[in-house]
T-cell receptor, first 107, second 112 residues
């Protein structure tokens, strides 16, 4: 079993839609959690950290469920510019990434 | 804004040749990571340094790959000999605390 798993997608949604991604992790002792965004052939860039209490940054909301060992990312009012691959990352003395979920936002 | 620097940005080599990639982390970042990313997959951790010490290299193919960070600042990743399957993006990232990490632009390697 992979340490961090994501649905590869692609998620194909119209502009203005709300879309949610989940990511599961296998190590219950994992310490920190992040969402990164990666555009085609570019490096991953930090989107947001994820906390148990949940956190929001504009149209983006991230949640952590330690009991079920998953993190989620919700994007409201999708924009064309949100089209990218979204990577979740988890730390337990090292930073491990999932395989990414591809999002395509269509006009 | 401080950034992670990597060079070269692109490298084309023939199989069995040696290649080397360089990374300069954000100043003051003690943790440095090297990842390999194959198209369509997530970054795979190859090696993690804390200062000049290797913390984790469990996924580094040590028969052909080596990494060093002699003075605990910049780092070099070497492949010798390169194989066709090594074609990928090689990403360097650095972190102040070993958690939140920032990536360089990567080196795209093509092995012919």
């Amino acid at each position: 079993r992979k340490e961090v798993e994501q649905d590869p997608g692609p998620f194909n949604v119209p502009e203005g839609a709300t879309v949610a991604f989940n990511c599961t992790y296998s190590n219950s002792a994992s310490q920190s959690f992040f969402w990164y965004r990666q555009d085609c052939r570019k490096e991953p860039k930090l989107l947001m950290s994820v906390y148990s209490s949940g956190n929001e940054d504009g149209r983006f909301t991230a949640q952590l469920n330690r009991a079920s060992q998953y993190i989620s990312l919700l994007i409201r009012d999708s924009k064309l510019s949100d089209s990218a691959t979204y990577l979740c990352a988890v730390t337990f003395y090292k930073l491990i990434f999932g395989s990414g979920t591809r999002l395509l936002v269509r006009p | 804004e401080a950034e992670v620097a990597q060079s070269p940005r692109y490298k084309i080599t023939e199989k069995s040749q040696a290649v080397a990639f360089w990374c300069d982390p954000i100043s003051g970042h003690a943790t440095l990571y090297w990842y390999r990313q194959i198209l369509g997959q997530g970054p795979e951790l190859l090696v993690q340094f804390q200062d000049e010490s290797v913390v984790d290299d469990s996924q580094l193919p040590k028969d052909r790959f080596s990494a060093e960070r002699l003075k605990g600042v910049d780092s070099t990743l070497k492949i010798q000999p390169a194989e066709l399957g090594d074609s990928a993006m090689y990403l360097c990232a650095s972190s102040l605390s070993g958690e939140l990490a920032f990536f360089g632009p990567g080196t795209r390697l093509t092995v012919l």
